[in-house]
């Protein structure tokens, strides 16, 4: 397997599985339930560190599409500048989310600040991150910029 491979196989991986992991430590808040909010927690950490390989398999991605007709470099560029931050935020709120469950195992009164700021932190790195895959799709398919980059005009053409 190669890094275009990885890539393809990792990207999706932080953003739905925070997501869905997000969702059930929700859940488990509105709920009271502690086994829910740990389950929850646990999966998100474990998701946010899928961001990792998606991240660093990026670089040979680029190697392997770049040159390829049809391919938007522009959008190549952006998806990059934002992976590097999706990646920080992602693996800091999972870093969150295992002080919350650490935290919440040994009674220490912070833990529901831990968690507070995680669900926070967590909502934001899931907006960066589907911004960021958003952008990814960019590459690849025009049809998700501006109407004007579906049909092939560009935004002079308009005026």
Do not use: C
Not at 36 to 42: C, E, P, R, T
């Amino acid at each position: 397997m190669d890094g275009l491979q990885l890539h393809l196989l990792t990207n999706h991986l932080p953003i739905i599985g925070t997501f869905a992991a997000l969702l059930v430590v929700l859940v488990g808040m509105i709920r009271r339930s502690d086994a829910a909010i740990s389950a929850g927690l646990i999966v998100y950490a474990v998701m946010a560190l899928t961001a990792i390989p998606a991240y660093l398999s990026g670089e040979e991605a680029e190697e392997r599409v770049e040159n390829i007709a049809g391919i938007n470099e522009g959008a190549i560029h952006e998806h990059e500048e934002m992976a590097e931050f999706t990646l920080w935020l992602t693996v800091f709120s999972g870093l969150l989310a295992v002080g919350a469950v650490v935290t919440h195992a040994r009674n220490m009164k912070i833990s529901s600040k831990i968690a507070l700021a995680f669900v926070i932190i967590a909502i934001a790195a899931f907006a960066q991150a589907a911004r960021t895959g958003h952008e990814g799709g960019k590459i690849r398919r025009p049809d998700l910029g501006s109407p004007a980059a579906a049909s092939g005009q560009t935004e002079t053409d308009h005026h």
